[in-house]
């Protein structure tokens, strides 16, 4: 009976140390993977953000050298930044941003309260899908802002106005992606559910959400987009706060540096809402891949 050299251990014959040591080398060689391709993102942002910068100041020169544009000027990123600095030390950024994030929630509150439960039963009943399918395209294609003058006759407040034309633009996205979502769920994991003793609630509550919980934040991700958009154009409806008055207001009052810089926080803020939610969907990216 040969003897087994007391260096060697486990099936792959190598030594400890020397497992160790190529554990170590592979950790090293992932973290310098990974840390490599987020400097390379960085740099592109970086780069990208730059480019972005210099055509705003090279139209800014073209327009401050134009004798018929010349009282533009104050779109150029110099007085922009100064005057968006102006608004976030005075707390006037912080101002007329609260109430335009309200009505988005209040909007996109809405739009998941009602998007996601039609779109389930759009995804799970087949008579239902063929039933509504030609009437939701048919008002999906409809502009938001077409709804503008049924919304100022039917709620008593502007502030109901302008989240009912966000909740229009918005559920869309989340019940189609909520309806996707479902339909390409396995139909064996309901059948294994069914044969343990599952009731509608347990299907409900313990397949179909957490299956589609990525679907519905991408619909709320296209949601948010949509939202935000119709967001400035709604604020001019007779109210005297948030982003799209103020753009408004700086127009009226010639304060061109103010209306930039309102439309540079619009761009921040939105950037950041989708950023976030975009690593809400990475997190729960496992639900695919397990």
Partial sequence: MSEVSPIISGETGYP???????????LSDGVKTRLGSSLESLGYTLAGMALLLAV???GGRMVEASEDLYAFADFAPAPTLVRLTDMIQTGEAFQITVPSLYRVASGLFWAIALGVPVGIMVGAIASFRKLTNVPFQFLRMISPLSW??????????????????????????????TASGLRRIDPSWFKVARNLGARPWHMLFVIILPAISQDILSGI????????IILVPAEYLGVTSGLGYAINDARDTLEYDRLAATVVIIGVIGFSLDSLLQLAIAKLSWLRSS
Avoid: D, N, Q
């Avoid at 400890?16 to 592979?26: D, V």
């Avoid at 503008?148 to 034309?165: H, K, Q, R, S, Y």
């Avoid at 991700?221 to 935000?228: F, S």
């Fill in 16 to 26: 400890p140390a020397s497992r160790s040591a190529s554990r170590k080398t592979l």
């Fill in 56 to 58: 705003w100041w090279v």
């Fill in 148 to 177: 503008m003058p049924i919304a100022v006759m039917a709620f008593a407040t502007w502030e109901g106005a302008i989240v009912f034309l966000i909740t229009v633009a918005a559920i869309w996205p989340v019940l189609f992606s």
């Fill in 221 to 228: 991700r296209l949601a948010l987009g949509v939202a935000w």
